[in-house]
């Protein structure tokens, strides 16, 4: 399998660090939490409760893109957890990032809010879900390098049969 980053995005509470670090396990590979890149600014404003902007979230892609290619250049993949919302965050990742595939972690906004409400110790407060999903644009079938993952009962069989394709 060739190397690549595998970029699991989804709003906050989609299981992206659970399931990065799964399909890290599954291919050999390490896993960034993205969050763990974001500047400090960033996490303030969110604990604050106030959304990122886009100016505050570009660099953070741009973060997130060297350190993919520091593994890529090593020939070694990677996977990371990262929202990538929008289409031109993806946008940017993909130009950042040299062989890249997304992997959208789909769920309603009820299943992913029971999720946020029963996990705990993490900056994201439950009022900025909503922020998320209004600005969410859902990948489409134009976005080849994208595959789209329903979360809930089987997702991680999903993931192992999406990693055992050629």
Not at 63 to 72: H, R, S, T, V
Not at 91 to 110: C, D, Q, V
Not at 118 to 144: N, V
Not at 161 to 166: A, E, I, V
């Amino acid at each position: 399998m060739e190397n690549k980053c595998y970029i699991i995005m989804g709003v906050s509470s989609s299981g992206k660090t659970t399931m990065g670090k799964y399909a890290a396990k599954i291919l050999g590979c390490d896993f960034i939490d993205g969050d763990d890149l974001h500047p400090e600014a960033n996490i303030e404003k969110m604990s604050a409760g106030i959304p990122l902007t886009d100016g505050d979230r570009e660099p953070w892609f741009v973060i997130i893109g060297k350190e993919a290619n520091d593994y890529l250049t090593k020939n070694k993949s990677i996977v990371i957890a990262c929202s990538a919302l929008k289409l031109k965050y993806r946008e940017i990742l993909r130009r950042e990032i040299s062989s890249i595939h997304f992997i959208y972690l789909k769920g309603s906004y009820g299943a992913i809010l029971a999720q946020m409400q029963a996990r705990k110790g993490h900056f994201m407060p439950e009022s900025l879900l909503q922020s998320q999903f209004d600005i969410l644009e859902e990948p489409t079938d134009q976005e080849s390098d994208v595959t789209i993952l329903p979360i809930g009962k089987g997702e991680k069989e999903r993931l192992d049969n999406l990693f055992k394709l050629p």
